[in-house]
């Protein structure tokens, strides 16, 4: 929040949540830099189609500002404060659990262990940006604290509050939205934990429309570029017969000279319209999945290199505001001793990223209590399905596409430290 303010620069994204409010800069600054000051201005006006939970946090920041800016200009802190005092809140909610396990030192290490990880830039940088995911960041930390609350103190608030979470986090980005299944199994298992179990079925409700509300929302272009990308990148550079892929996916041959390209290049596919109609009407979902189903030792290969690049932990974009006097791309390295530590463990090693992840789920299911278990299960698989999405949904950006995914993955670390610490007595 103080300079030289870190931030995370625009890849393009942005306008899919700012449009609505005609904030914008100038494009030659995109992904090179994290510009703190935006600009109102009706050329930046742009209706994307897409609806999400962010665009909630971002209306607030925009009021706030309204109320207190005294130029034409919107600084970024803004939104970053929204987020901020969310992931706060988080927090403070989360202490009275802290004393109701530990004493004073295990606190203090649980504390110290959540500033270290949740605290780091990885993720602090994506508050101060319109990026969907940063939403998606703090609604998961607050469903989680809200769910520790109700099973221990069965207040109908913190069931309200964990069921309103579930319901931002599923509708915060169409890729999220899967998350829908983990968070409605929570929801129907721990019912019997509250004393107002009629919410449940509210909130599963809500959930689910949540999930459709943001996932039908996704422009048909935003779906088959993420396609192109998995075809063109992610499978025909590595396929020993990259023309009969095609050919199984229901595309001509001779489009094989698309490979290595991304929907987005200038050079893709969609630059011939004849390429675009055949692509719109022959690939989706369904043929992805059947090609997988088809070819599963292929996929589990592109899952491993999407894991190599997701191992690099922080996207390739700039930090810092033009005028901070930093280069191009960037990227602070303060507050990054947790992102340094997996970047360094991780990067261009998918297969031990993913064995890793593994036994750390393994572990989280075989320590966990009967009180708990559903809980670990739940974790389990939301982990499981965003890397699922980031993985084998797309092949470009995978250090982004993976932040939620390190983040439930980071508070299934921090579950496994507090399982190590002494507890109370008296602590159930």
């Known amino acids: 929040m103080i300079p030289p303010v870190v931030g995370l620069g625009n890849n393009g994204d942005f306008g899919k949540v700012s449009g609505y409010f005609s904030i914008g800069y100038p494009a030659e600054q995109e992904a090179r830099y994290a510009p703190v000051k935006f600009h109102f201005d009706r050329v930046y006006r742009y209706h994307s189609g897409f609806r999400s939970s962010e665009m909630i946090l971002a209306a607030a920041a925009v009021g706030l500002s309204s109320i207190v ?36 030192r295990a606190r203090m290490c649980m504390l110290l ?21 940063g939403a998606a960041l703090v609604f998961a930390a607050l ?27 599923a509708g915060s980005k169409p890729q999220h939205a899967f998350l829908t299944i983990p968070i409605v199994v929570l929801l129907i298992t721990a019912r019997k934990h509250f004393l107002a179990p009629a ?49 199984e996916l229901g595309l001509d041959r001779a489009y094989v ?39 599963p030792v292929r996929t589990f290969e592109l899952l491993v290199r999407a894991f190599d690049d997701a191992g690099n932990t922080r996207p390739n974009l700039g930090n810092f505001d033009p005028g901070a006097g930093y280069p191009p791309f960037a990227q602070s390295h303060a507050f990054a001793l947790w992102s340094g530590l997996r970047e360094s463990l991780f990067a261009n090693h998918g297969l031990r990223y993913l064995l890793i992840t593994v036994v750390l789920l393994a572990i989280l299911l075989a320590r966990a209590g009967s009180r708990w278990r559903i809980a670990a299960v739940c974790l389990t698989i939301a982990v499981l399905l965003e890397a699922g999405v980031a993985g084998l949904g797309d092949a470009a950006e995978a250090p982004r596409h993976f932040t939620l995914f390190a983040e439930l993955q980071d508070i299934g670390v921090l579950t496994l430290v507090a399982g190590f610490l002494p507890r109370r007595p008296d602590a159930s």
């Open 257 to 295: 000279s698309y490979s290595r390209t991304s929907a987005f290049y200038p050079t893709s596919g969609f630059s011939d319209a004849g390429f675009t109609k055949e692509f719109m009407s022959r690939v989706g979902p369904a043929e992805l999945l059947r090609f997988y189903a088809r070819h």
């Open 143 to 169: 469903a989680a604290v809200f769910f520790l609350r109700g099973v221990l103190w069965r207040r109908p608030a913190d069931l309200i509050g964990l069921a309103v979470c579930g319901v931002l986090l």
């Open 113 to 133: 262990a959540i500033a270290l990880i949740l605290g780091d830039v990885m993720y602090i940088s994506f508050f101060n940006s319109f990026y969907m995911d």
């Open 199 to 247: 919410i449940t079925w509210v909130a599963v409700v809500a959930t689910i429309l949540a999930a459709g509300w943001t996932s039908t929302s996704m422009p048909r272009d935003y779906a088959r570029n993420a396609w192109y990308d998995v075809i063109f990148l992610g499978l025909l550079p590595y396929s020993p017969a990259p023309a009969d892929d095609l050919a």
């Open 69 to 104: 800016a005294k130029s034409n200009d919107f600084d970024i802190r803004w939104i970053g404060a929204v987020h901020g005092a969310l992931f706060l809140c988080a927090i403070y909610l989360l202490l009275p659990v802290l004393v109701h396990f530990f004493g004073l």
